[in-house]
């Protein structure tokens, strides 16, 4: 009888490791206080008491800008909530870059850090492989801006913010202020040296960010003129994200 039983034990096994695959999404809807359905895709963490990772998208508010770099997040061993904001699909009836721009200034921009972001972390903090108290946001651009104030907001764990510029990260608010009350933990920014944003002030930004963070930080800026997701296409730029990860989450 143990005979026929071990083979049986070892395929059910087998099916349930292939349904857990590292890399695959699960699409999803989170409900935000306010009423808003926000599309997200979640890539469950490979193992108990891991990192968990929230990208926050661009001014284009879609979370497919980041590619694969998602899936390859969540193949070097963290959970991957990879998120749309509420104003996506007016972005995209907009037209050129600039006029995305100014369209999204023209909306709540504070309404992501109070909806989106809460609805985010507390969905990614009930996940059981999740540890909760390791977390950290990934934002580019306007997501950078969504980012850091939901960090001080929240209080996670790490930040890395793609292409943030500026004296203020949404209208307001000091960087400088965020930057002292998001206190000692740890912190990545990442650039390019022509960067467009802050009207190509951002890497000039970025220095002063470095020298007001005032925890485990770290500046990387990248030879050329890369803004935002378009730092992923880097040659090492991912690795090096994911080595910082790992070393402070």
């Known amino acids: 009888m143990r005979s026929k039983v071990a083979p049986v034990l070892l395929v059910v ?5 292939l349904g857990r695959e590292a890399g695959a999404a699960q699409s999803l809807l989170l409900s935000t206080e306010d009423g808003q359905k926000i599309s997200a895709a979640c890539y469950p963490a490979p193992s108990p008491d891991s990192p968990g990772v929230i990208l926050i998208p661009d001014t284009r508010c879609d979370g497919s800008a980041f590619g694969k770099f998602p899936s390859r997040l969540n193949k070097a061993g963290f959970g991957v909530l990879v998120m749309d904001l509420r104003y996506k699909d007016l ?9 995305q721009i100014t369209l999204l200034q023209s909306q709540d921009v504070y309404a992501p850090v109070n909806y989106e972001l809460k609805s985010a972390l507390e969905f990614l903090a009930k996940q059981k492989e999740i540890n909760p108290g390791r977390i950290c946001l990934i934002g580019a ?13 929240y209080n996670v764990k790490a930040l890395v913010l793609f292409s943030l510029s500026g004296q203020e990260a949404l209208p307001g608010k000091a960087v400088k202020e965020l930057l002292e009350e998001y206190g000692p933990k740890p912190i990545l920014f990442m650039t390019s040296e022509k960067d467009w944003g802050g009207n190509f002030k951002a890497a000039e930004h970025n220095r002063l960010y470095f020298d007001w963070a005032k925890g ?19 040659k090492g730029s991912t690795e090096l994200i994911i080595a910082w990860l790992k070393e402070y989450l």
């Open 13 to 17: 096994f087998i099916f349930l490791s």
């Open 91 to 99: 972005i995209a009836r907009a037209g050129r870059r600039e006029e």
């Open 141 to 153: 651009s306007y997501g950078a801006r969504v980012a850091i104030h939901s960090g001080v907001k």
């Open 216 to 234: 485990k930080k770290e500046l990387k800026i990248w030879p050329g003129s890369y803004h935002g997701v378009d730092l992923l296409d880097i």
